[in-house]
């Protein structure tokens, strides 16, 4: 089972809008609404940021929202603070019953 | 409060054997599976396999079937990650993390156990 795809990094300044994608293919982002997404700061635990695509857990900012278009989600972090730098990383079900993450993107306030 | 509640950090040389532990409270354990991912160094997030506490039933990831195995007892609340042999390539950063059925997401996590393994 090969990683989703993340870009490695994506930059922008605080008050703008970024978006992530995690691209799939049709056996598991592509196939069900079972994507989740992960918030990692340095040294510490994942925390879950997205679930079921677009759900967002309670305690969760409403500046985070995902979406997905065919085999591709999508994170998106509006009015970016500098607490939201940190690695994110997308998940999903497979239809092989595995679950698979993506390879991680940095996110950097400038 | 929920919590997962792992073992401390592990130094092991090749071949030896180790089990590594994580602990839930706050919730009904045999209620959602537990999730075993490995973070290497710099790197990011593999899912290894899950467990099911209330019936003990496992799925592996094929590239970690065989290599470990994944427990638990309901009775104390408590899954295991276990290996037989352990390798220079285990050296890794391991979390359980709570596995919500219906959501299909990992909702709470372990603090992670550091593993090296060095001769």
């Known amino acids: 089972q090969s990683a989703l795809t993340q870009p490695a990094s994506v930059s922008g300044s605080p008050g703008q809008s970024i978006t992530i994608s995690c691209t799939g293919t049709s056996s598991d982002v592509g196939g069900h609404h079972y994507v989740s997404w992960y918030q990692q700061y340095p040294g510490k635990a994942p925390k879950l940021m997205i679930y079921?695509?677009?759900h967002r857990p309670s305690g969760v900012s409403n500046r985070f929202s995902g979406s997905k278009s065919g085999n591709t989600a999508s994170l998106t972090i509006s009015g970016l603070q500098a607490e939201d730098e940190a690695d994110y990383y997308c998940s999903s079900y497979t239809f092989t019953n595995t679950r698979v993450f993506g390879g991680g993107t940095k996110v950097t306030v400038l | 409060e929920v919590q997962l509640v792992q073992s401390g950090a592990e130094v092991q040389k090749p071949g030896e054997s180790l089990r590594i532990s994580c602990q839930g409270s706050g919730y009904s354990f045999r209620s959602f599976w537990i999730s075993w991912v490995r973070q290497t160094p710099g790197k990011g997030l593999e899912w290894m396999g899950r467990?099911?506490?209330?019936?003990?039933?496992?799925k592996y990831s094929p590239s970690f079937e065989g290599h470990v195995t994944i427990s638990a007892d309901k009775s104390i609340s408590t899954a295991s990650l276990q290996w037989s042999s352990l390798k220079a390539s285990d050296t890794a950063i391991y979390f359980c993390a709570r596995h919500h059925k219906i959501q299909d997401a990992f909702d709470i996590w372990g603090q992670g156990t550091m593993l090296t393994v060095s001769s």
């Open positions: 079921d695509v677009s």
């Open positions: 467990i099911d506490p209330s019936d003990s039933s496992t």
